[in-house]
């Protein structure tokens, strides 16, 4: 097996020169751990979890020829939320009938690269590439707080790639789908290079589907993606429309462009908040600083903590004229 060509069908090509300069063999890759990987230089968690996977793929494989390996456990399948984009090149079949077969390849190629290449730029993870089709996860194997948001930007941005791409003279195009739902991911199906980490639920299905019905150029979403993205973009309503396999209609948007926002937050949550609980504590602080800084005494304050643990929003109950200061300026 080539080494380096595996790191190509993976996308990770970036990585060729650091598994050369260290002589990394198929015999050696079969052995690599979290630890060898990060001594290496592949720094991101999730591209560490992407080639662990599909290590384990290759060490199932040479334990299915005969070969004896060192005994890994298979990865666990998971239940957990995802958004699923799946991209599709516009006119594949008109290109094929055009087209010598090898000269496709190469146009395949380039949509193949250019996607890939914006998907890591956000994170994502591509998970199977079907011809004129790219099947990418947000949220797995790294998750984010702002899965949906990533995917919507590197919809938008893979379609402007795409579009500057002109290969064998052929100006291409491509359409996305993109939906955002819980779904268990993560067990191996299929045997030898066909063998693939499943996502199994209704989402995949539905981004699927909402690509079919975008025009040219365009991106197209669920439900459940347009809550978590909010006002972060501009949209167009599509109704409820009908998509195939599933018995009842669903309402869909196109997105246009990304919006200009001054507020993130009030972007993703809107205007109307819940009352904020439990807080009490950290706002007296915050009030009692503030009430320095009026009087001449400057202060500096550093609000940190975990994702969605509600920085943001203690942020904005200061600013909410129910809070007992006498300026919005603090911040």
């Known amino acids: 097996m080539d080494v380096l060509g595996w790191l190509r069908n993976l996308g990770l090509e970036q990585y060729e020169a650091i598994f050369r300069d260290n002589d990394i063999d198929v015999s050696l890759l079969l052995s690599l751990t979290n630890d060898d990987l990060k001594e290496i230089g592949v720094a991101s968690l999730g591209y560490r979890r ?5 290590i384990a793929v290759l060490r199932t ?52 690269c250019a996607v890939a290449h914006v998907v890591r730029s956000f994170d994502g993870f591509v998970a199977k590439y079907m011809g004129d089709g ?30 500057r791409l002109e290969v064998r003279s052929v100006k291409l195009q491509a359409r996305v789908g993109i939906a955002t739902g819980l779904v268990v991911v993560g067990d191996l199906i299929g045997e ?7 996502v199994v639920g209704e989402t995949p299905n539905l981004a699927a589907r909402l690509q079919t019905l975008a025009e040219p150029d365009a991106v197209v979403i669920a439900a459940g993606t347009r809550r978590l993205v ?20 669903v309402p869909a948007w196109q997105v246009l462009h990304p919006s200009v926002v ?10 109307t908040l819940t009352p904020l609980v439990g807080r009490d504590e950290e706002i007296d602080l915050l009030l009692r ?3 320095r800084v009026k009087a001449g005494d400057g202060q500096i304050v550093l609000v940190s903590g975990e ?18 200061h006498s300026s919005r300026a603090w911040v």
């Not at 992407?50 to 599909?54: D, F, G, I, Q, Y």
């Not at 006119?91 to 193949?112: C, F, M, N, Q």
């Not at 030898?192 to 499943?198: D, H, N, T, V």
């Open 50 to 54: 992407r080639l662990l996977a599909a």
């Open 262 to 271: 001054e507020s993130r937050f009030e972007a993703l949550r809107g205007l």
């Open 134 to 163: 790219v099947l990418v996860y947000f949220g797995y194997p790294q998750a984010h707080e702002d899965d949906a948001e990533r995917a919507v930007r590197a919809a938008l941005s893979a379609i402007d790639a795409i579009g």
């Open 230 to 249: 909010g006002d972060l973009f501009e949209y167009r309503e599509l109704g409820t429309v009908e998509v195939k396999g599933i018995d009842v209609p």
């Open 61 to 112: 494989q040479q334990a299915g020829a005969g070969v004896s390996t060192t005994p890994v456990p298979s990865p666990e399948a998971e239940r957990r939320q995802l958004t699923v984009m799946f991209c599709d090149l516009v006119g594949s079949t008109r290109l094929s009938a055009r087209l010598d077969p090898e000269d496709l390849r190469e146009v395949y190629a380039a949509y193949h």
């Open 289 to 291: 600083l503030w009430t």
């Open 307 to 324: 994702p969605g643990i509600g920085k943001s929003r203690i942020t904005a109950a200061m600013g909410e004229p129910n809070c007992s």
């Open 192 to 198: 030898g290079s066909a063998q693939e980490q499943s």
